[in-house]
């Protein structure tokens, strides 16, 4: 058999469905509002409990996956419209993009494991959040030799390795993907997704109010960050989580191996928030408050190559033409363009098995 090729999409790019199979978050929707019959016909009052999952400290897997009494939400299907140019020449592979990364990495690497081709090797793909979870995957294997066994070419689009501020955004202010009339709640079952944490900025983002870095007691990924009222329902083991993940990140292909070919693209054309002004205990009170670069609206190019090091960036496409927001980064010709000529390219004999 031929090498397969595997698309990972980003967060939110894959339905969920509750235990009987019926859809509980329609992922199309998402951007002009879900109504009743996106979320399994409940109404608005069930949402929260819904979507919000519960964790317990020291365990990557969720002990709950919804906290409406007798549910339990899991992954369904990759939406097409993102990707229905990569979808082309590559399969889905749909995971619960609310849950702790390393949990989904495991998964993944389980899932290579056992379809894995019996002649030839995967090639991945990844958009966004599903380029942290293959690089964790990576860095799970128990050896460096044991993932490129697996993969021979791997093509990173847009991936928050050193994290973003959207993810900030939905935890600190909330989101009017449920609504306009559903941001609290958007809010509160934000902030018991570790995989929210998990892509919160890793570089210092919080700023005092003279505009210069506050003390990393103070910055979003320790209790610190989040004074009073700005707290509430923000968990220290999500924190901890961050940090364990960030660090876990650091090096993003050094388990890739040199039996794999590796490409990251990132875009540098949209403006991207960095950072936020903390004056006292008090946070700033909307989005618009923050402070951008150059990106693709949620990566930050210059930011994500200096925290990703030399080997890194000498992996980065950086598009400074008209690229896709953020979003739609997947159906971008030149994206999609040097994804198929990537994918041509001879790689390295494989490494032995173990």
Known sequence: MADRTLLVPGTQATNLADQNGKIVYNAVRVSVGLQKDDLGGR?????QALLST??????WAPTKTSLEPGTEVTEHSVVGTPYDRMLSFAEPWPYDWRLDMRYNALKLLRYLERNAPQEGRWNLIAHSQGGIIIVLASKLASRVDDFAHLVGRVVLVGAPLAGTMRATEAILWG???LGADQVDAARGMART????????PSWRAVLDKDGNEAPDDQQLV?????PGAWGTGIQDDLLLRTREVQALLHGPMSNFGPSMLARAVLGKKQMS???LVRNGNDLPADRNQMASQLGDSLVPAQRTLDWGGTMYANHVLLLTGKPERHAMLCQDEDVVATTKKF??????PAPASA
């Open 273 to 275: 928030p960095v950072t």
């Open 343 to 348: 994918l041509k390219q001879k790689t390295p």
């Open 175 to 177: 989101s009017t993907g």
């Open 43 to 47: 109404p608005p009052s069930e949402w």
């Open 193 to 200: 997704w570790p995989a929210l944490y998990q892509m919160m």
């Open 54 to 59: 519960e964790h317990r400290p020291g365990l």
């Open 222 to 226: 320790q209790p610190g960050g989040w």
